[in-house]
């Protein structure tokens, strides 16, 4: 009976891999979040768009309509708060 040589090897070292790095993002990096919108939804921004001046983009009234949103709610907040003093 012959003798048997085998041999083994590693294709890659495992401390070489290159992780992703989690956690908080660099600064100058805004996170994305999406959603999705219902086909009225969309047809009323898109409305709300084409009147408002400036040409804004998609983006950009949506980010408007949330702001304006906010704000609103944060007044009617102030005013319910000043009923109930």
């Given amino acids: 009976m012959k003798g048997v040589c085998c041999k083994t090897r590693r294709m890659s070292n ?6 992703k790095k989690r956690g ?3 600064i100058g990096q805004i996170p ?3 959603f999705r919108l ?6 009323e921004i898109e409305e ?3 009147r408002e001046p400036g040409n804004l983009s998609r983006t950009d009234a949506i980010r408007c309509l949330i702001g304006m949103g906010l704000s609103a709610a944060d007044e009617e907040r102030k005013q319910a708060g000043r009923k109930e003093g």
């Fill in 14 to 19: 495992p401390d070489s891999v290159i992780r």
């Fill in 24 to 26: 908080r993002p660099r």
């Fill in 32 to 34: 994305v979040i999406s």
């Fill in 38 to 43: 219902e086909l009225a939804w969309q047809e």
């Fill in 48 to 50: 709300w768009r084409r």
